[in-house]
């Protein structure tokens, strides 16, 4: 069964409009980690949050992690057309040494 | 810039060709990994290496094997591709582990069986 689940599977929003995607996870963590994917590409790392965190922010980006609901959220504010891609969370199960990939959000940003 | 490179970026083969996909890396990383990625879906750890220690993961069909020369490069081996192999492969290094460090993918090989 799947570690990470992504919520909504798919965002479409204006330019300009803040985007907000979820991840929820089942087995406690070490860390969770986000990244871009554009069409066709490699991977991007966004952000690490470790469990002893709430919440950090990168630029555009603000990710906070609920350890107690085993959930995260993605927020980007002020979207523009260049974020269209796919959103991946993924998790280190403590005890692990290895990611453990979500199926993603795809976000479109309308122009 | 320090990167990590994939080549080919496509590459067709037939059912049941060997293939061979290729990773390099300029970042002097320890951890390198190769993942595939089918369409649509999130990436699946095949196996790494940990400097010269390989992992693979349970579930990688034997079909699947992988080598790694010296710090820099890695190869994916395909023995004997089938129809369900096509995918994007995806390379990916880390200095240390994932508990501490972030993975820095390559661009990742299309591959198509025909």
């Known amino acids: 069964s799947q570690q990470g689940e992504e919520d909504p599977q798919a965002l479409s929003i204006q330019e300009g409009e803040n985007a907000t995607m979820n991840c929820s996870y089942k087995?406690?963590?070490?860390?969770l980690q986000w990244y871009r994917q554009n069409s066709g590409r490699g991977l991007v790392h966004l952000i690490l949050i470790r469990s002893n965190e709430r919440e950090k922010h990168s630029g555009r980006l603000r990710v906070t992690l609920d350890t107690s609901k085993k959930s995260s959220s993605l927020l980007i504010t002020a979207s523009r057309a260049a974020d269209t891609a796919s959103y991946f969370c993924a998790t280190v199960i403590q005890g692990a040494q290895k990611l453990v990939f979500g199926q993603g959000t795809r976000l479109t940003i309308n122009p | 810039d320090a990167m990590v490179i994939q080549n080919p970026r496509y590459q067709v083969t037939q059912f049941g060709k060997p293939v061979t996909l290729s990773c390099s890396q300029t970042?002097?990383?320890?951890?390198m990994y190769w993942y595939q990625q089918k369409s649509s879906q999130a990436p699946k750890l095949l196996f790494h290496?940990?400097?010269?220690?390989?992992?693979n993961e349970a579930d990688t069909p034997d079909n699947f094997q992988s080598r790694r020369p010296n710090t820099s490069f890695c190869f994916l081996d395909i023995r004997s591709p089938g129809l369900g192999d096509a995918a994007m492969y995806l390379c990916a290094t880390s200095l240390g582990t994932p508990r501490t460090d972030t993975q820095y993918f390559g661009p990742g090989t299309r591959l198509t069986v025909l």
């Open positions: 087995t406690s963590i070490n860390n």
């Open positions: 290496y940990y400097d010269k220690d390989f992992n």
């Open positions: 970042l002097n990383h320890n951890v």
